[in-house]
């Protein structure tokens, strides 16, 4: 029998481990340092928490709570540590004949790939059986052997740009989500531009909500009073709500109209496409406030030519319209990245559902309102078809 790689930890040792700080995990005989993990568990950390110090080998298969794939036990393979062993295994494995089938060995090469071969359902556009294959990072020199789409070991723009890639072959590839280790970004420049490209979560507040404070209050000071104001930059974040859908829908997720040429493809790529591709990309999930700008121009002009009886109406519903803005940017990073409270982890296995099982429905992100209007809401996610 080889010998061991990984400690045996003592069973009161692994109890002890049952906060955000340090949380294991038992399954059978396995002991798992899910720490790293808590905050990009589709269901939150909270959810894990409950079982901290304790074995998940019954909630992880009981299909009425949720069911988890086999890539959810990829992910926590990963997070192996160690063997714990009670005193009830120790004289069960004492008295056996094949003690290893009672306190097993980590599994060998060959093992591990049965278990990402044999059984995996997927769904066919995106790869994908559920939202923990987003987690699961990519072997980037596999997968372009595989794929012969874009390496993620070198700067993708100009690999779009000259890959000579069909539009329909292009779509395919780019809503399946490939992860570049362990949710860093993956080169896009490759140069002095790099950084342009990346936008920490904490940026948006701090560049946006200023101006919106301002321009709040100058519309305040040209309003007869307050409820008046509020009245108007909450219409602002009402029409936010519908723009959102309209800007998911329409413009990020144009695929049936986009060009078949690397320009059209190219933007698109830009735009919206990397986020399908690296979607638990950290530094490229909200908005770099240059693009923003671009965008959000055309909507003051927009404000003020249909509220254009009052310039401070429509400036207060223009601020209004921005702050949905900014709730929409934050919670879609925390959606991807964060532990939530409950109702927005509902909201949080819809959106995921979006990247890993229908990418051509479910365009709300802060909520589901204009899905269920225009017909486009998601259903719970249906058994994927095996591969």
Not at 149 to 173: A, H, I, T
Not at 184 to 209: R, Y
Not at 294 to 319: D, E, Q, S
């Amino acid at each position: 029998m080889p010998g061991r790689t990984l400690p045996t930890i003592p069973q009161l040792d692994v109890a002890s481990h049952n906060t955000s700080k340090s949380c294991y995990v038992t399954s059978g005989t396995k002991v798992f340092d899910i720490t790293p993990f808590l905050n990009d568990h589709p269901g939150g950390g909270d959810l894990i928490l409950e079982y901290g110090g304790k074995d998940v080998t019954e909630i992880m298969g009981d299909e009425v709570s949720h069911s988890h794939s086999e890539a959810a036990y990829e992910i926590l393979d990963e997070y192996l540590i160690g063997f714990v062993a009670g005193r009830k295994v120790l004289d069960a494995a004492t008295k056996s004949l094949e003690p290893s089938e009672i306190i097993p060995l980590p599994p060998t090469d060959k093992g591990m790939l049965d278990l990402k071969t044999n059984g995996r359902a997927t769904f066919a556009a995106t790869g994908m059986s559920s939202a923990e294959d987003l987690s699961i990072e990519t072997d980037a020199s596999s997968d372009y052997r595989t794929h012969k789409f874009l390496d993620l070991n070198r700067p993708l723009l100009m690999q779009v740009w000259n890959g000579g890639f069909s539009k329909k072959f292009y779509l395919e590839q780019v809503h399946r989500p490939r992860h570049y280790k362990g949710g860093e970004s993956a080169p896009l420049f490759g140069n002095f531009l790099e950084p342009l490209s990346k936008t920490p979560w904490w940026v948006i507040p701090l560049v946006w909500l200023p101006p919106v404070a301002y321009g709040t209050y100058i519309s305040g000071q040209g309003l007869s009073n307050w409820p008046q104001l509020l009245g108007y930059w909450l219409t602002g974040l009402a029409i936010w709500t519908l723009v959102e859908y309209v800007l998911h829908r329409g413009l990020f997720h144009i695929d049936a109209y986009l060009p078949d040429n690397r320009v059209g493809i190219t933007l698109h790529f830009l735009l919206h496409g990397i986020h399908h591709y690296l979607p638990m990309d950290k530094l490229r999930l909200v908005m770099p406030p240059t693009l923003f700008v671009v965008l959000a121009a055309p909507f003051w002009k927009l404000a003020h030519t249909i509220f254009a009886y009052n310039w401070f109406a429509a400036t207060a519903v223009y601020c209004g319209g921005i702050f949905g803005y900014i709730c929409y940017d934050l919670t879609h990073y925390f959606l991807h990245h964060r532990s939530l409270p409950s109702y927005y982890r509902e909201l949080k296995r819809y959106h995921l559902q979006h990247h890993f099982g229908d990418f051509e429905n479910g365009f709300g992100v802060t909520s589901r309102f204009w899905d269920r209007v225009f017909g486009t809401e998601l259903p719970p996610p249906k058994a994927a078809k095996a591969a």
